[in-house]
């Protein structure tokens, strides 16, 4: 545990002071590993993770940007792969009574966080998990197995937003707020959790095109403005799509009902409670809308985003 933000080991601080740092959006720093700005606090578990995670073939990992809806995906996956053990709405169904990032919990965040060792060999399969960790970074034996990856991203803009609102929120008790000038600009330079924001999408894009199989590439904005036909073509791509008499009978809109907006930030468990180590649910609802950057953004931000844009997704295929 050499990476602990207390009282580093000479190990630590060797290894920390080879890798290039810059303020974090969690307080501290965040240091670029192998490319990408991870804060410091994470930083362990990454590699604990990259080091220990052994995948399985019919493992279902979902990767995402940051704040590109993750929370959401996570609960209609959940509900999804489920829908016969746990019919939907049944009382007591796990995602009205706990958090969607318990039942689907991040490698780097909560299973290895802190660089613990960690047996998650016996999760009853096919094991949900999640990661922000980029494509070339992931676990070999995730590039070498059947593992389906279904990846979310995002609109850049709404992404900064969200992540200016949801860092300043847990940092709120610790010390002043972090302006959106300065966030915004350390955004635009490629500095963001999980960062390059346009590196990690444009990975995991190609990725795509070569391995439909292998990996979905989502987009938050397309599953709200057509989410029955995003639903579908996910449980298609996790070979379980849904049957004539379960469209019939309206399972697929009684899973999106249930993972609403609406219906899951107004539960009890994310209005009030949180995980051990004190974040409230809570932070991870906030509005879970389309285009609420235009409510912060100065025209100047505006075109330098846009400028930034177009030049990183040119020919690609992806618009933002
Ligand atoms: P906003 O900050 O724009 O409201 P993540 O889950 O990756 O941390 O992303 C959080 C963002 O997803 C927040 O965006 C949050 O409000 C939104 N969100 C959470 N649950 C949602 C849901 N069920 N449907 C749509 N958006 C949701």
Not at 189 to 196: A, F, I, M, Q, R
Not at 260 to 270: A, I, K, R
Request: aromatic residues 14%.
């Amino acid at each position: 545990k050499y990476l602990e933000e207390d009282n580093l080991s000479e190990e630590g601080k060797k290894f920390l002071s080879n890798l290039p740092k810059e303020k974090g959006w969690l307080g501290s720093y965040a240091y670029n590993y192998q490319g990408f700005w991870v804060p410091q606090k994470f930083l362990q578990a990454v590699i604990a993770f990259q080091q220990q995670f052994q995948a399985q073939d019919s493992d279902i990992i979902l990767v995402t940007t940051p704040k590109s809806g993750t929370t959401w995906l996570k609960s209609l996956l959940f509900a999804l792969v489920n829908r016969v053990k746990h019919p939907t709405f049944e009382p007591n169904h796990p995602l009205l009574v706990e958090n969607p990032h318990v039942l689907v919990p991040f490698l780097e965040h909560t299973l290895y966080f802190d660089g613990r060792t960690v047996d998650i060999s016996t999760f009853t399969s096919p094991r949900l998990l999640a990661t922000h960790v980029p494509f070339s970074s992931l676990p070999k034996s995730i590039q070498v197995s059947k593992t389906k990856l279904v990846y979310l991203c995002r609109n850049p803009r709404d992404t900064f937003i969200s992540m200016w609102h949801f860092t300043n929120n847990l940092l709120l008790d610790q010390k002043d707020t972090d302006s959106i000038e300065e966030m915004f600009n350390l955004f635009c330079k490629g500095v963001s959790l999980y960062g390059p924001f346009w590196n990690h999408v444009l990975d995991y894009w190609k990725q795509s095109i070569e391995k439909p199989n292998k990996i979905l590439f989502l987009m938050y904005e397309e599953i709200k403005k057509k989410p029955k036909i995003q639903l579908k073509r996910l449980a298609e791509f996790l070979e379980c799509p849904f049957s004539i008499e379960e469209e019939n009978s309206g399972v697929v809109d009684d899973i999106l009902k249930m993972c609403s907006f609406e219906n899951l930030s107004n539960l009890e468990v994310n209005r009030n409670e949180k995980f051990s180590t004190g974040e409230a649910y809570k932070v991870f609802f906030r509005r879970g809308e389309i285009g609420d950057w235009k409510n912060y953004f100065t025209i100047e931000m505006s075109d330098k985003l846009n400028h930034i844009i177009e030049e990183k997704f040119q020919g690609s295929g992806l618009k933002f």
